[in-house]
C-alpha cells in the first residue's frame, strides 16, 4: 500500500468552529508533514513529526494544532482559523526526515475554505 | 535556508514533442538529492524522479529524465514524448540537511 489518504478531501468552517483534518499511510514511514499550499504557490512546510515526535514547528500560529497519535496517522487541528487560512493543506510522508534520500509521498490533499 | 529558482512560470509544449523544465539551487550540502514532483490541477503532489548528488549518471525513469549539472546547481527535468496528462505543475526540490522546500513551480500546458 503506497498511498496517504486525507479526510476530509473539501471543508467549510467559521471562523468559530473546531475542526481535525486527519491523515494515515500504512507504508511503514517515520516521518510525516503537514504543508499548507496557496493557490499558484508551492507548498509551504507546516510541521513535520519523526519517530511521532513534533521535530519541526515552523513558527505556525496557534491555532493550527498538530498530533500524531501513532505512526500511521497524522491529525491537524483547527480553531478559531481566519479567512486568509483558506487553502490546500496537503499531508505527507517519508521513510526519515535525515538523509537526502527519501521521496515524499503525498495525499490528496484538504481543501480548506474559512468564512 | 537554500535558494531554488525556477524561472519558467509557464510553458507550453506539443503534444508529443519534448520540454525542458528548469530548476537551479544553491546549497552548501555535500551531499543532497534533487526530486521533481507533479501537481496536476487535482491537488496531489506526485513524485516523479530522483538524482543523487553523487550519482554520475543522470536519473531516467521513463520519459522522464535528469539533465544534472552539479557545478552549475542545476537539474532540469526533460519530459520527452509530452502527453496531454502532462498538463500539471512542476517543483524541484533540492533536499540535503535543510528543511524540505520546493521551488516556485512551473506551469506546463501541453497542446494536441
Known amino acids: 500500500d503506497t498511498e496517504v489518504t486525507q479526510t476530509p478531501k473539501h471543508l467549510v468552517m467559521g471562523m468559530t468552529n473546531k475542526k481535525s483534518l486527519k491523515c494515515e499511510q500504512h507504508?511503514?514511514?517515520?516521518?510525516m508533514y503537514w504543508y499548507k499550499q496557496k493557490a499558484k504557490k508551492p507548498p509551504e512546510l507546516m510541521f513535520v513529526y519523526s519517530y511521532e515526535k513534533l521535530s519541526i514547528n515552523e513558527s505556525v500560529p496557534s491555532r493550527f494544532s498538530p498530533e500524531c497519535p501513532n505512526s500511521s496517522l497524522l491529525n491537524l487541528h483547527l480553531h478559531a482559523l481566519q479567512p486568509e487560512d483558506s487553502a490546500l493543506y496537503l499531508c505527507?510522508?517519508?521513510?526519515?526526515?535525515?538523509?537526502?534520500?527519501?521521496?515524499?509521498?503525498f495525499g490528496p490533499g484538504t481543501r480548506l475554505t474559512v468564512l | 535556508a537554500q535558494k531554488i529558482t525556477q524561472t519558467q512560470p509557464g510553458m507550453f509544449v506539443q503534444e508529443k514533442e519534448a520540454v525542458t523544465l528548469d530548476c537551479t539551487y544553491d546549497t552548501s550540502d555535500q551531499s543532497y538529492g534533487l526530486f521533481w514532483y507533479k501537481q496536476p490541477s487535482s491537488g496531489e503532489m506526485i513524485f516523479l524522479i530522483y538524482?543523487?548528488?553523487?550519482?554520475?549518471q543522470n536519473a531516467t525513469e521513463g520519459r522522464y529524465s535528469l539533465n544534472f549539472q552539479k557545478a552549475r546547481k542545476s537539474a532540469n527535468l526533460v519530459i520527452s514524448a509530452s502527453q496531454l496528462g502532462d498538463s500539471a505543475m512542476y517543483f524541484c526540490e533540492p533536499k540535503g540537511s535543510y528543511i524540505p522546500t520546493f521551488g516556485r513551480g512551473t506551469s506546463l500546458i501541453v497542446h494536441p
Open positions: 507504508m511503514g514511514h517515520r516521518a
Open positions: 538524482q543523487g548528488s553523487y550519482d554520475e
Open positions: 505527507a510522508s517519508s521513510q526519515e526526515t535525515s538523509g537526502p534520500y527519501n521521496e515524499q509521498f
